[in-house]
């Protein structure tokens, strides 16, 4: 049974950082694709970074040069470093594998709030 488990949300103050972590088990390997997502109340769930299976990495253009994607294959990992927070970076924030054949899981989400 596929599994994305996220953790490392909480509460910042704007201008700090966390790390955010979604470890993958079951069925997902390595060649899966990952992605970062976020979703705000009311608001459709946006994509933040994603990267290939071979490592290639995209982001969103509100993200860019404050967050960055990574995965540990041997670890079974994949990390979201977000540094320069903001308010507007507040939101549960969602582990997505996708594989090539289009199989497609989510995990439950991880609050992230940016506040003084």
């Known amino acids: 049974q596929a599994q994305l488990v996220e953790s490392g949300g909480g509460l910042v103050q704007p201008g700090g950082s966390l790390r955010l972590s979604c470890a993958w088990s079951?069925?997902?390997?390595?060649?899966?694709?990952m992605a970062w997502y976020r979703q705000v109340p009311g608001k459709q769930r946006g994509l933040v970074a994603a990267i290939g299976s071979g490592g290639s990495t995209n982001y969103a253009d509100s993200v860019k040069g404050r967050f960055t994607i990574s995965r540990d294959n041997t670890k079974n990992t994949m990390y979201l470093q977000m540094d320069s927070l903001k308010p507007e970076d507040s939101a549960v924030y969602y582990c997505?594998?996708?594989?090539?054949?289009?199989?497609?899981?989510w995990g439950r989400g991880t609050q992230v709030t940016v506040s003084s």
């Open positions: 997505n594998a996708q594989s090539r054949l289009g199989y497609n899981f």
């Open positions: 079951g069925s997902i390997s390595s060649s899966y694709s």
